[in-house]
């Protein structure tokens, strides 16, 4: 069973910064790519950012320059430090990964609970 364990949320300034952090745990083989979603109220889940192993990322146009990702390989986390903070970042934000549980299956998602960012203004 594969764990995603999210810590770092909660309620800043708009202004201030958060890090989220998230550590994958479990029977997992190997990882491909990690990040964090998003989800806002009564929103569509988008994407924030994410990082392969050999550190190509791919960011949400609406964090780039304000939000950065970095991973841990060998400890299997992922880190988004988020700066510059508007109240438009309050949000869900979940984070992802894309592995596979043995070297004979395929790639799958999977998800973290969440954490609740909320940025006042």
């Known amino acids: 069973q594969v764990q995603l364990v999210e810590s770092g949320g909660g309620l800043v300034e708009a202004g201030g910064s958060l890090r989220l952090s998230c550590a994958v745990s479990?029977?997992?083989?190997?990882?491909?790519?990690m990040g964090w979603y998003r989800q806002g109220p009564g929103k569509q889940r988008e994407l924030v950012a994410t990082?392969?192993?050999?550190?190509?990322?791919v960011s949400g146009d609406s964090v780039k320059g304000r939000f950065t990702i970095s991973r841990d390989n060998a400890k299997n986390t992922v880190t988004l430090q988020m700066n510059s903070l508007k109240p438009e970042d309050t949000a869900e934000y979940f984070c992802?990964?894309?592995?596979?549980?043995?070297?004979?299956?395929?790639?799958?998602?999977?998800w973290g609970q969440g954490t609740q960012v909320t940025v006042s203004s």
């Open positions: 992802y990964t894309r592995g596979r549980i043995t070297s004979w299956r395929p790639l799958r998602d999977y």
């Open positions: 479990g029977s997992i083989f190997s990882i491909s790519a």
């Open positions: 990082i392969t192993t050999d550190g190509r990322i």
